[in-house]
Structures are given as structure tokens and as C-alpha cells.
């Protein structure tokens, strides 16, 4: 069983557009992530929500939103899609109080 | 600005060798650190973590030592194989912990193992 999943696992869109990336995790567990990863490897953070509600906002830009409808789903919205948005976008998710973060596979967004 | 960084972008090791790979990081708040291993189109996998009242901790195969006196950790992995091949993050809580836990990430370490 997928303990974070992930859709789609790959994304391939043109600029200005609108696009949504889901997660969902059955670990029972109460706050999720999301992260961005570039083209170097590198990982930072964007939100994190806690029982559905924003915890962390890493001064993301307003054309991303995130949305959480239950504990066990955080979807990530961005709108007006620009070139510099291509990466690899994690979601993660973490018990309530814990420490170790459990990160889904991934989804690979490319912006032309 | 706190960063966390590893010495070494690209590690490569024989076979059945033990690595090494090592990490820096500035945050003295920090109470919490974590490796993660992240294959080639996966997602980042815990390996282990440990917490800055020990000063190493065991797994499978591989262990964290931390010094808080330089502020540095590695991770050991024994017996290296084919399978370890990935590139390696480790990641500190910068002291938050619960609902605001932010790990930040080092750059990376790219495990290469040759037969």
C-alpha cells in the first residue's frame, strides 16, 4: 500500500495556465507538506498544514495555493504557470508532534 | 541566513566498501537531523535520524554520528552495494518541532558504487 501518493506523476503544460497537483496519505497522519525540488536536487519547503490548517507559507508566491479539504489531503493549486515553476514538487506528511517526514513519489511539472 | 551543507557533491565508493558522506550544518537550535536516500525518479526515503541528545545511532547498515561541538554529521553506510547507489540528504529541524517542523535540506550527496 502507497503510504503518500501522488497525481499525476508527471506534468507537461504550457505558460499561463492553471494546474493542480493531489496528495493524499493513509498514515493517519496530521500534517502534510509540500516541497519543490529544482533542477540541482535542491529541497525547500513551501506549506506545510496541520489538521488543515496553514502552518508554514515560505513566501511562496500567491500564484500557488495550497488546499487541504481533510487531514489526509493536501492538493496544490498554481495558476499562471511561468517557466520557472518547472521542478519536481513533493508532498510529505508527518504525525502530529513528530519529527520524520514521509515524502510521495513525486510529480515532475515542466512548463513550456 | 542558517544553511546546512555536505562537503562532497559526488562520492564514489567500491563495492563492499564502507561511505562516508558527511554534513555540516549552522543552526545550533537544531535538535533534530535525518538522512534520507533518494533514488533516481523517486521520492526521498528516510534512512534514519537521530537527536542531538545522542551522538550516534544505529540501523541496518548504516549509522549517524553527530557532533553538536563542530555542528556535523555523517552517515555510514557499511558494506556498500549497487542499491545504494542515490543521492544522499540529510536535514535538520532548525529546534521546531510538531506542527511547524520545517526540516531544512542539505544540497545533496550523489552516491556512486562501482563493481
Known amino acids: 500500500d502507497t503510504a503518500v501518493s501522488q497525481t499525476p506523476k508527471y506534468l507537461v503544460t504550457q505558460m499561463g495556465n492553471d494546474k493542480s497537483i493531489k496528495c493524499e496519505q493513509n498514515?493517519?497522519?496530521?500534517?502534510m507538506y509540500w516541497y519543490k525540488q529544482d533542477s540541482k536536487k535542491f529541497l525547500k519547503i513551501m506549506f506545510s498544514y496541520n489538521n488543515k490548517e496553514l502552518i508554514i507559507n515560505e513566501t511562496v508566491p500567491n500564484r500557488f495555493s495550497p488546499k487541504s479539504p481533510d487531514k489526509a489531503h493536501l492538493n496544490l493549486h498554481i495558476n499562471s504557470l511561468e517557466l520557472g515553476d518547472s521542478a519536481v514538487y513533493f508532498c510529505?506528511?508527518?504525525?502530529?508532534?513528530?519529527?520524520?517526514?514521509?515524502f510521495g513519489p513525486g510529480t515532475r511539472l515542466t512548463v513550456l | 541566513g542558517e544553511s546546512v551543507g555536505l562537503h562532497l557533491p559526488t562520492l564514489s565508493v567500491q563495492e563492499g566498501d564502507n561511505s562516508i558522506i558527511n554534513c555540516a550544518y549552522s543552526n545550533s537550535a537544531s535538535d533534530y537531523f535525518i538522512w534520507y536516500k533518494q533514488e533516481s525518479g523517486k521520492g526521498p526515503q528516510f534512512i534514519i535520524d537521530?537527536?542531538?541528545?545522542?551522538d550516534k545511532r544505529q540501523g541496518q547498515r548504516v549509522t549517524v554520528l553527530l557532533n553538536k561541538t563542530v555542528k556535523h554529521l555523517s552517515l555510514q553506510i557499511a558494506a556498500t552495494q549497487p542499491g545504494d547507489s542515490a543521492v544522499y540528504f540529510c536535514?535538520?529541524?532548525?529546534?521546531?518541532?510538531?506542527?511547524?517542523?520545517?526540516?531544512?535540506f542539505g544540497t545533496g550527496t550523489q552516491l556512486k558504487v562501482e563493481l
Open positions: 536535514a535538520e529541524n532548525g529546534g521546531l518541532t510538531g506542527g511547524g517542523n520545517k526540516l531544512t
Open positions: 510529505a506528511s508527518s504525525q502530529d508532534g513528530g519529527d520524520t517526514q514521509y
Open positions: 537521530i537527536r542531538s541528545n545522542m
Open positions: 498514515l493517519g497522519h496530521d500534517t
